[in-house]
């Protein structure tokens, strides 16, 4: 009985959680804004002392759940519906850098020294200040940066190139298995996909572990691979 007891905890504290993952939206925890965080921070406690010590009733920890993604989804709500209490709840986006100058007054609000600000600029390969015009503390804590315009790469726009377009590419093999929907949707079939296969010597569909093909007609082919034809050297 204890182990079925314990058995009905997890599967019905999971589907809680999982109510308040959709609730929240599919994102990282280091993405997370500070309240959700906190209530992620505390579901944990309550989920683990309900889960650690059968002895606790399961209905005051069910209730305490429900409770927080209820509390959870009135201030997501109230962020997105009444922007001045979404500042109050939260930090905002705050400008640390602007115009190559630091913003001494965010820097200090936000406990940011500027060593973690270097820091974060290394990790997006800016090693000199100066080539920074803007840079954004964002609610989950990352920071965006807009480099100079003269520090910026160059774009076929800049050089008045005229580019093709370039969408996503399209599964047409997975494991073997040819996705005949897909090639339906390009108007072609298995008899062409074949012909194409052949051409690069592969004889049978279930040679082959992936197929795409991207929007200017060309294919991606990727073969089985035996384990004795891998080399240790890719090996993990």
Request: proline share 4%; no cysteine.
């Amino acid at each position: 009985m204890d182990y079925l007891q314990l058995t009905f905890r997890i599967v019905s504290v999971m589907g809680l959680l999982l109510i308040l993952v959709l609730i929240t939206g599919r994102r990282k925890i280091g993405e997370l804004p500070v309240f959700d965080f906190l209530t992620i921070i505390i579901l944990g406690n309550v989920v683990g002392a309900d889960i650690a010590d059968p002895e606790i009733p399961q209905l005051p920890t069910a209730y305490a759940v429900v409770l927080l993604i209820g509390i959870q989804y009135l201030m997501s709500y109230g962020t997105i519906k009444y922007r001045k209490f979404g500042s109050k709840v939260s930090f905002g986006p705050t400008v640390i850098i602007q115009n190559g100058q630091f913003i001494n007054s965010n820097m200090k609000r936000l406990r940011y020294t500027i060593e973690n600000v270097l820091m974060f600029l290394r990790e997006k390969g800016i090693f000199d200040i100066n080539e920074v015009e803007f840079a954004i503390v964002e609610d989950s804590g990352n920071i965006s940066v807009l480099k100079k315009s003269h520090y910026q790469p160059l774009t076929p726009n800049d050089m008045e190139i005229q580019s093709h377009y370039k969408g996503l590419s399209v599964p047409l093999i997975v494991e073997g298995k040819v996705y005949e929907r897909n090639l339906k949707k390009l108007n072609l079939d298995k008899m062409w996909l074949k012909a194409q296969l052949k051409n690069n010597n592969i004889n049978h569909f279930n040679e082959v572990f992936y197929v795409d093909i991207n929007t200017e007609g060309k294919l991606y082919i990727s073969k089985v691979m035996e384990p004795n034809n891998i080399s240790n050297d890719y090996m993990i």
